[in-house]
């Protein structure tokens, strides 16, 4: 039975140009007047958003957790589902009105077998209400092609084949994490994550790659040791997951810069998860608090 750490899913991004002309058409012909000043960009947009709003790790608990979700661009060009795609770059992708698809990488935290990915997408598909064709192992161990079911399923079957011809856009989780981490980095060694609290996304700047994992995995850390011991009780209900690794910012963009759990105060932040109750509440705030007050201060600074 095949197995696989990625999901692929295919989205026909010259199919959403048409189909939203020819929507804006039907409009004109009935009186409406408005119309978006660039449709096929609008389109592109638009056909993304439902897979870029999508909680993926509460589909399908079954896949054993979603570490990260990633959209992919005919250009070679690799985006975060929470990072905003620029609008230079999609106006290139559909400058001649048939651009081509996008696919969206859900990379899991350890391979899920076959039959769980298409329980996967059959959700996935009831989630976000349109037909999709999902890239993934089967059960030889070759990659398969399978169009998930609404009652449009039928317009995706010649699509299959398109699909599994599409080599080049069936990434692996190495290669896709290889891919975005290149993005992550600057010159001069400077790392970025995405930390996530009061529900709004933050960018924030370490010294180095190693010290922007260590802050990752430090937050994964406390995820768990919060969750075990109730998030509100212990006072971190606005931040419910870990950080992410991020894209360089664009240039006119400053990110706060940190320092990593490892560095601070002799690596208590880490000891802290070592410690009893309350000291240990104690010591994580400490650092906690801190990571906020400078990203506030830094942000007030702007």
């Known amino acids: 039975m095949g197995r696989d750490d990625v999901i692929r899913i295919r989205v026909d991004m010259a199919r959403a140009v048409t189909d939203f002309l020819d929507l804006l058409a039907r409009q004109a012909a009935e009186g409406e007047t408005r119309a978006p000043a660039k449709p096929a960009n609008r389109a592109f947009y638009r056909e993304l958003a439902p897979f870029l709003l999508e909680e993926y790790t509460y589909i399908a608990p079954e896949v054993g957790g979603v570490i990260g979700v990633y959209v992919g661009l005919a250009d070679g060009s690799l985006y975060a589902a929470g990072e905003e795609i620029p609008e230079a770059v999609v106006d290139a992708l559909v400058a001649d009105g048939k651009p081509a698809p996008a696919y969206i990488y859900v990379l899991l935290a350890q391979p899920a077998e076959s039959t769980v990915i298409d329980t996967f997408l059959s959700r996935l598909v009831a989630h976000i209400g349109v037909p999709l064709i999902g890239v993934y192992a089967g059960h030889d161990g070759a990659m398969t092609a399978v169009s998930c079911c609404t009652d449009a399923a039928e317009l995706l079957r010649p699509d299959i084949a398109v699909a599994l011809s599409e080599v080049e856009r069936h990434l692996t989780r190495g290669e896709i994490l290889a891919l975005y981490e290149s993005r992550s980095r600057r010159p001069d060694g400077r790392a970025y ?9 933050h960018v924030v ?20 040791w919060a969750f075990a011991r109730g998030w509100a009780e212990l006072g971190f209900a606005t931040a419910y997951r870990p950080a ?4 360089v910012p664009p240039g006119d963009v400053a990110a ?9 105060q002799g690596g208590r932040p880490w000891q802290a998860f070592a410690e009893s109750e309350p000291q240990a509440a104690e010591i994580v705030h400490a650092y906690w608090d801190r990571v906020i007050e400078t990203i506030a201060e830094g942000e007030r600074a702007r």
């Open 256 to 264: 706060v810069a940190l320092t990593a759990p490892s560095s601070w």
């Open 205 to 224: 700047e370490f010294a180095s790659a190693a010290d922007r994992d260590d802050f990752i995995r430090w937050s994964e850390r406390l995820c768990e």
């Open 193 to 201: 994550a995405r930390l996530t609290y009061d529900y709004d996304r």
């Open 244 to 247: 992410e690794v991020a894209a």
